[in-house]
């Protein structure tokens, strides 16, 4: 037998759940570091994640009419500037090309960080008519925003995400997209990554530079940290004006179109990591684990395991995306192997099993072992798959709603933050100062303000002064 | 009914090729010029097309055992010039990044223009034994090169692209897989886009910088002039030997890697428009067209043509990519609308039609006009889409055959090249002072070293020597 890679060592989440992550995210091969400082190599496991969240998406952006296209990575530094908030947000952590080849640019260029001004400057060409309205546009690239401190997939110089960009003739219209995109968001992160996700709106220091409204879900990470997870604006005209986008509308007049702006990332995929996974590594959704079942024969130089295994695996793979596993190494490795990539279900056949006609499944969330017919596998992987699926959901619900707490005044407020970690509900005057003051005092930010709005007292937790908003606050990734 | 559009008009081919292709982007709406001098925006219309071959491409490379990866966008400079012949070819065209913010970076870097040196780095982390080998990565994203004179989709600054790097234990297996890459480029040409293309090898002095050798396919457009349309690479081990990439092999000795690099870019879409297209402008193979088949139709204010035309819409939608015009525009608008854009096949119906139960099919490629029964149209689409197929590759050929010359002096070849465009094919003596004296004089460059060798005469077509290779000659995009 061949000699054996050494079973994988990770640190325990509750010893140092920072360094949990780390380990699962190299252990896993999810990614690598590069000799670019900030940046990752995504490795083909991790790539793979994405592509299942890409593709199912994707179907989900065409579905209501949206058109993918691609613009340029680069930003004009003159045309990063027309919108004032926008570059204050995005300038001071841009990275600036100067030369191509020898020559000084005439103009430097940033690398987009987001892509609203180059989707104005073509809009601009493209907008003349209320003919030409609406545009659903949405593009898959990478951004760059040269960020101080970095993390794998969840804050690193250059992510891979999609922007949608959209143009509507009027208001309403294009507050309806902002909220739709936001539902879909919400609907992906539960229907697929097995992630619940509280839907709201973004305080006024939250919001996305240049936004009249930024809309969020946020999701509780295993540590009881909060990740914004995918955010959807709403820019009224703003854009459009500065950029004097017109367009002639039914009665020949001229008017000015609406816009929104809408984004997930790789940081998804952080999200999936530390939602579901354990101190054995990664768990993974069944929608978009690139491997759902795996086949490991047991005792396989016995007459007839391989051949067995391999007549399953051949049926399997056209119920789901199985691999089995015939290299040398011991079943318990493979086992341990299995587990760190977070395949959500094995399955185990041995001479004994045969005899029998059976096999034993595995489930990767909760380590369920269970004996199935071989007869039944057709009916039973599917609905297992659903059930891996559901058990993540539920333990993420349930972690969320253990670590949620509500705190009425400014020392429930602290007290919960500094020896809860969670969300914290409480009730805010929507002033600006009371914000500040809770992230000064208690370390939290606000994380959204609900669309399940509940009145907990009349009184903002800060100040005292008559509430407006019931709030999420929590420490945020 | 609504004002309508203006029929686009475009320059005739035989007037203006350059002119008729850049009306054909723009008035197909396959890409809009952007602020960002030298980068092009690709439209919805185009980036389904780009989609389209991405998919079937990728469907190839990982039926070949090819995984995707996603590597930095930024190469820092020491990185870039491990390899001598490589930092030579790529430094003068690079775009620099210099500034994070407004920090100065204490190395600059450029954007990517290839990514052989972050797989090189990667690889020296990854690859320790036998049993790492091979690696076979792909990636989809977009390079950077800082082209002094640019054109949509042939040859702009930024540009989007596959590009494969693979690393294998021996030399042969990494030529095999340079081979393999090559033969599914020319059958993806071939079989999706219906362009017949040339295989071959590239002389030293048109090798990729580094490379051992340079396989290409060389298409011939339509005006005669050649366009290079997939290349791939055999790196021998010079890359590792200067990355110091080994591994220890079966009897745990030190040993150094072999490997290839491959790829295709949104080039393919420029063949596709210069091979295919005509007067009336895109032609597009139905294998990549965003829409195979239009329904238009006839006199649609008629009692009962439009609910038959969606009938039929909604039968073909699930043969083909179907669309359904029913908008104001008048059937003759819809006709050049569609035709610009290159739809392979327009269903007409109207109320005389719906009483014979039949409709009319026009065939892009070649106008014919086929009266088809109802009850036949699942029978009678994916045959008809074939046949355009068919159609567009034979015609492709016929030009390529047309358009290919034969020169056994020096005379004949610049007479040739002067007068008749297209593909010449000469023998050579491999010395590479002839082939810049066929370049200055002749004003062609070699295209390939074809697969298919021909012996058309004993002497160089330049300086009489004994020959030793048939080259393709030409002028190229």
Same mark, same amino acid.
């Given at each position: 037998?061949?000699?054996?890679?050494?079973?994988?060592?990770? @640190?325990? =989440?509750?010893?140092?759940?920072?360094?949990?992550?780390?380990?699962?995210?190299?252990?896993?091969?999810?990614?690598?570091?590069?000799?670019?400082?900030?940046?990752?190599?995504?490795?083909?496991?991790?790539?793979?994640?994405?592509?299942?969240?890409?593709?199912?998406?994707?179907?989900?952006?065409?579905?209501?009419?949206?058109?993918?296209?691609?613009?340029?990575?680069?930003?004009?530094?003159?045309?990063?500037?027309?919108?004032?908030?926008?570059?204050?947000?995005?300038?001071?952590?841009?990275?600036?090309?100067?030369?191509?080849?020898?020559?000084?640019?005439?103009?430097? =260029?940033?690398?987009?960080? @987001?892509?609203?001004?180059?989707?104005?400057?073509?809009?601009?060409?493209?907008?003349?008519?209320?003919?030409?309205?609406?545009?659903?546009?949405? !593009?898959?690239?990478?951004?760059?925003?040269?960020?101080?401190?970095? +993390? $794998?997939?969840? +804050?690193?110089?250059?992510?891979?995400?999609?922007?949608?960009?959209?143009?509507?003739?009027?208001?309403?219209?294009?507050?309806?997209?902002?909220?739709?995109?936001?539902?879909?968001?919400?609907?992906?992160?539960?229907?697929?990554?097995?992630?619940?996700?509280?839907?709201?709106?973004?305080?006024?220091?939250?919001?996305?530079?240049?936004?009249?409204?930024?809309?969020?879900?946020?999701?509780?990470?295993?540590?009881?940290?909060?990740?914004?997870?995918?955010?959807?604006?709403?820019?009224? &005209?703003?854009?459009?004006?500065?950029?004097?986008?017109?367009?002639? &509308?039914?009665?020949?007049?001229?008017?000015?179109?609406? !816009?929104?702006?809408?984004?997930?990332?790789?940081?998804?995929?952080?999200?999936?990591? =530390?939602?579901?996974?354990?101190?054995?590594?990664?768990?993974?959704?069944?929608?978009?684990?690139?491997?759902?079942?795996?086949?490991? $024969?047991?005792?396989?130089?016995?007459?007839?395991?391989?051949?067995?295994?391999?007549?399953?695996?051949?049926?399997?793979?056209?119920?789901?995306?199985?691999?089995?596993?015939?290299?040398?190494?011991?079943?318990?490795?493979?086992?341990?192997?299995?587990? =760190?990539?977070?395949?959500?279900?094995?399955?185990?056949?041995?001479?004994?099993?045969?005899?029998?006609?059976?096999?034993?499944?595995?489930?990767?969330?909760?380590?369920?072992?269970? @004996?199935?017919?071989?007869?039944?596998?057709?009916?039973?992987?599917?609905?297992?798959?659903?059930?891996?699926?559901?058990?993540?959901?539920?333990?993420?619900?349930?972690? +969320?709603?253990?670590?949620?707490?509500?705190?009425?005044?400014?020392?429930?407020?602290?007290?919960?933050?500094?020896?809860? $970690?969670?969300?914290?509900?409480?009730?805010?005057?929507?002033?600006?100062?009371?914000?500040?003051?809770?992230?000064?005092?208690?370390?939290?930010?606000?994380?959204?303000?609900?669309?399940?709005?509940?009145?907990?007292?009349?009184?903002?937790?800060?100040?005292?002064? $008559?509430?407006?908003?019931?709030?999420?606050?929590?420490?945020?990734?």
């Amino acid at each position: 037998m061949a000699k054996e890679k050494l079973v994988k060592e990770i @640190t325990s =989440m509750d010893e140092d759940f920072a360094k949990w992550y780390t380990d699962v995210v190299s252990k896993a091969e999810l990614m690598d570091y590069s000799s670019v400082k900030g940046c990752m190599i995504i490795r083909p496991y991790g790539w793979a994640i994405w592509e299942n969240i890409q593709r199912i998406m994707d179907g989900m952006f065409k579905e209501t009419g949206h058109e993918n296209v691609s613009m340029p990575m680069f930003i004009p530094e003159s045309l990063l500037q027309i919108e004032k908030d926008h570059v204050e947000g995005f300038a001071p952590e841009a990275a600036w090309v100067t030369h191509g080849g020898n020559d000084k640019l005439e103009e430097r =260029m940033c690398v987009r960080p @987001t892509s609203e001004t180059l989707f104005c400057d073509h809009y601009k060409n493209i907008i003349h008519s209320w003919r030409d309205l609406p545009k659903l546009y949405n !593009q898959w690239c990478s951004v760059v925003r040269w960020e101080k401190t970095t +993390r $794998p997939f969840l +804050r690193s110089r250059e992510f891979h995400w999609q922007e949608g960009h959209t143009i509507h003739a009027t208001a309403q219209e294009a507050q309806a997209e902002t909220i739709q995109m936001l539902n879909i968001y919400a609907e992906f992160a539960e229907k697929y990554l097995a992630i619940p996700v509280i839907k709201g709106v973004k305080t006024e220091k939250e919001r996305f530079a240049g936004a009249v409204d930024t809309y969020t879900i946020e999701a509780m990470m295993h540590d009881g940290k909060a990740l914004q997870s995918g955010t959807s604006h709403f820019f009224g &005209d703003g854009f459009a004006k500065v950029f004097g986008i017109q367009y002639a &509308d039914k009665e020949n007049k001229l008017a000015t179109p609406f !816009q929104t702006s809408w984004g997930v990332s790789t940081r998804l995929i952080g999200a999936i990591i =530390m939602t579901h996974g354990d101190d054995s590594g990664l768990v993974l959704p069944p929608a978009v684990a690139p491997i759902q079942l795996v086949i490991v $024969p047991i005792a396989s130089h016995k007459e007839g395991v391989t051949e067995k295994a391999t007549e399953i695996y051949e049926n399997m793979k056209k119920l789901c995306r199985a691999k089995i596993d015939l290299t040398e190494n011991s079943p318990g490795w493979k086992f341990a192997e299995y587990e =760190m990539k977070g395949v959500p279900l094995r399955l185990e056949i041995g001479p004994r099993d045969i005899e029998n006609n059976q096999c034993v499944i595995v489930r990767r969330d909760n380590g369920e072992k269970i @004996t199935i017919g071989l007869d039944e596998l057709e009916e039973k992987i599917p609905e297992l798959l659903g059930a891996v699926h559901d058990g993540l959901y539920e333990k993420a619900l349930a972690n +969320r709603s253990e670590k949620t707490y509500v705190a009425k005044t400014m020392e429930e407020m602290i007290d919960i933050a500094e020896n809860k $970690p969670g969300f914290i509900k409480a009730m805010w005057c929507e002033d600006r100062a009371c914000e500040d003051a809770l992230k000064e005092k208690a370390g939290v930010s606000s994380r959204c303000m609900p669309f399940e709005q509940e009145s907990l007292s009349d009184k903002c937790v800060c100040c005292g002064k $008559p509430a407006k908003k019931m709030v999420y606050w929590g420490k945020a990734y």
